[in-house]
């Protein structure tokens, strides 16, 4: 199994993190499907970029299998609550339809090796509902990023439970949309990988995102930053949370 080694992983999230000997970052895009021209760039971006394309896109099929087959690790940006739409997760459907809208969305986004919420700041915070997709992706041998778009998630947490393959979203690069913003949260990544060993950021493709990681990722490793693939990234943290999201590797929202 893809991730046989994360069982045994998670018998240690209880344990201390040990002083990190090199700095990862993983860098993910959101919200692709949408403009080729912008799927374009971002898939032309150099090193291991992640591409989560959302389901109710016009381009999402299409450009989920040519990601694929240029070599990059393709996710399902799922939408949840705020979010609106067919696919669209919200508290208060029944399980039956939160697994249709899921089948229905990764039909849509081909050779999807996880899922990560787009918004979600409500759903996210439903422990029963997060529970059944921790579950349902450890069955489907998917793995799940944790957007962190709400300090109430419960998202990580149960698929901590679940020794389901995750990590959390650290820093988003353009909350701001300007160039000397998203610069300064690329820094701040950089920072916090250095500090605990590995740093997860989330993007979107902005013009000004784009331009800001076509002029800076080739910089990273003169900076000490070693940027590896999600799955890599996912067995360099072992399922653990990291220090702003819990304590002792455990999340704090359970």
Not at 2 to 10: E, G, Q, S, V
Not at 22 to 30: E, L, P, T, V
Not at 31 to 40: K, M, P
Not at 154 to 175: G, I, M, N
Request: proline residues 6%; glycine residues 6%.
């Amino acid at each position: 199994m893809r991730y046989l080694l994360l069982t045994l992983f998670c018998l240690l999230t209880g344990a201390a993190h040990a002083a990190p000997a090199k700095a990862y970052m993983s860098i993910i895009i959101d919200d692709l499907g949408q403009s080729i021209e912008r799927d374009q760039r971002t898939l032309a971006l150099p090193g291991p970029v992640t591409m989560a394309v959302m389901p109710d896109t016009p381009h999402a099929s299409d450009f989920a299998r040519q990601a694929h087959e240029a070599g990059k690790t393709v996710i399902l940006h799922m939408p949840m609550d705020p979010a609106t739409g067919p696919y669209a997760w919200h508290p208060g459907l029944p399980t039956e339809e939160l697994a249709r809208r899921l089948d229905a969305a990764l039909l849509k986004v081909p050779f999807a090796a996880g899922v990560n919420n787009h918004m979600g700041s409500r759903m996210t915070a439903e422990p029963t509902a997060m529970a059944w997709l921790m579950a349902e992706l450890q069955r489907r041998d998917l793995f799940f990023v944790d957007s962190r778009t709400s300090a109430a998630t419960v998202a990580a947490a149960k698929a901590q439970e679940d020794c389901l393959a995750h990590v959390s979203r650290d820093v988003f690069l353009d909350d701001v949309r300007t160039s000397e913003a998203i610069t300064a949260q690329l820094r701040e990544g950089v920072e916090l990988a250095r500090r605990q060993g590995s740093a997860v950021l989330i993007g979107h493709p902005y013009a000004q995102t784009l331009e800001v990681l076509e002029r800076e990722m080739p910089r990273l490793k003169s900076q000490g930053i070693e940027l590896i693939e999600l799955r890599q990234m996912i067995a360099v943290r072992s399922n653990l949370a990291m220090p702003a999201h819990g304590k002792q590797g455990r999340y704090s929202n359970r």
